[in-house]
């Protein structure tokens, strides 16, 4: 069946930047208030999280200038899609030490069960965004190949900061402890 085309617009240079800057004012909006709602919900792990989301952009960032990257529509919404999974990844995390230590774990047990349990969950996840994200780049053109490679960029880094990055900075937090008598989540 024929496409028709109903409707055919031009974007000039400056409503393009317009909407370049709302969408960095959108996306810096719906950050503050993801970074308010987890350190005040999961504590210390949502400081945590927010220093391991921090992590992530700088890395998803210095990543798309080493490819030569411009930021479009799309990418910021690769960007805000990263941003998604990313903190969605803690979550699990943060959940899995909650639910280890109600189970009885010591904090110690729980913070290592916890990684190990949600990381299955985080790479089943993050691994099927992946495929999506090489069939777009591969059937896809234009702002659909940017917003691949933007959310490719994102996932691989997302995971990284998600898992390693916060379970580095846990390990510095409640391992200079000689016993650790309960985990701030």
Partial sequence: MPVDIIEERVIGPSL???????GIKAMAIGTAFIIVFVMFYYKLVGIVTVIG??????LLVAILSVLGATLTMPGIAGIVLTLGMAVDANVLIAERIREEVRSGNSPMNALKAGYEKAWGTILDSNLTTLFAAMAMFAFGSGPVKGFAVTMF??????????????????????????????ISV
């Fill in 53 to 58: 989301l921090g992590v992530n952009m700088l």
């Fill in 153 to 182: 960029t994102g996932i691989l880094t997302s995971m990284f900061s998600a898992v390693t990055v916060t379970q580095l900075i846990m390990a510095l937090v409640y391992g200079r402890q000689r016993k650790v008598q309960s």
């Fill in 16 to 22: 393009g930047r317009e909407n370049i800057e709302a």
